[in-house]
């Protein structure tokens, strides 16, 4: 578990009866339609009030414990959306990557080197389109996927989701069979400060409709499905109110670790931590 911050700290609410946020139905995206005015009047306005944060300023790849990636032992890949990209903070080492490893790194003591690869607004059809193609084929040894709230909030129903996050799944399984993957769903949209009360119900509407479906899908390809963040406050948030903040990024690496690490008696021998998937 995560220290407990000012981010961390208080009741995790709907979580504690409902980890993943999995709890829709048809009811769930029946209510969502009925509510679509809703969206588009307070989607549009929140659009142009919310600030448009530029990615952070730093190296978008990094290594601990070691001087080059060929001789870290835990190879790390954080893909996505702009959680993935670290819009929210000013410099890339406090974003989500780095952070991480440097959580792996305190916890197992082994080399770690991390890339990056996440893009603002993105979906599911353009990591896997535009972003997975074009990444060298390194021996990713552990993949951190961060997708599904732009699905969400670009209003993505359950059968697209389901084809392109989807075909994501297959393509990442397919370039890195060995690696050990793990998909970080999105948070409470409630509790995002930015997001007006009405319009952040009904984009929870649609991302309950995005954690179900998409940990069905992660569970047929192998993928391990982390839980919603089991708590969300204000000082997590950057100045948009929206993405996260240094304090964000570092519960974020908290809560992620574990899932990451899965059985660390895999990793006392660097020689034998290929993963399962």
Not at 106 to 129: C, H, I, K, Q
Not at 156 to 169: D, I, Q, V
Not at 196 to 204: Q, R
Request: with cysteine; glycine share 10%.
């Amino acid at each position: 578990m995560p220290p407990e911050s000012s981010f961390s700290g208080g009741p995790a609410s709907w979580g504690e009866l409902d980890p993943g946020g999995l709890a829709a139905s048809f009811k769930t995206g029946l209510i969502s339609w009925l509510l679509l005015p809703v969206y588009v009047w307070q989607g549009l306005a929140t659009r142009r009030r919310i600030e448009r944060l530029l990615p952070p300023v730093g190296p978008r790849t990094g290594c601990i414990g070691t001087e080059t990636k060929d001789e870290a032992a835990i190879r790390l890949l954080v893909l996505g959306d702009s959680s993935a990209a670290g819009i929210g903070v000013e410099r890339m080492e406090d974003s989500l990557a780095p952070k991480l490893a440097e959580r792996l790194y305190a916890l197992t003591g082994l080399s770690v080197f991390w890339r990056t690869a996440g893009a603002n607004s993105a979906v599911s059809a353009e990591v896997r389109d535009h972003v997975v193609p074009n990444l060298a084929p390194e021996a990713f040894t552990h993949i951190v996927l961060m997708m599904g709230t732009n699905d969400a909030k670009n209003w993505h129903g359950a059968r697209k989701f389901k084809k392109n996050f989807g075909s994501l799944l297959y393509a990442l399984r397919a370039k890195w069979p060995e690696a050990r993957i793990v998909w970080s769903p999105p948070v409470d949209l409630k509790r995002v400060p930015a997001l007006p009360p009405a319009l952040a119900y009904v984009l929870e509407l649609r991302a309950r409709i995005i954690r179900q479906r998409g940990a069905n899908l992660c569970a047929e390809r192998g993928i391990v499905v982390s839980t919603t963040l089991p708590r969300v406050e204000p000082a997590g948030f950057g100045p948009d109110g929206f993405h996260a903040s240094v304090a964000g990024y570092a519960y974020y690496a908290g809560h992620l670790v574990n899932y990451v690490l899965g059985d660390r008696t895999r990793f006392h021998d660097p020689e034998t931590m290929m993963i399962d998937g």
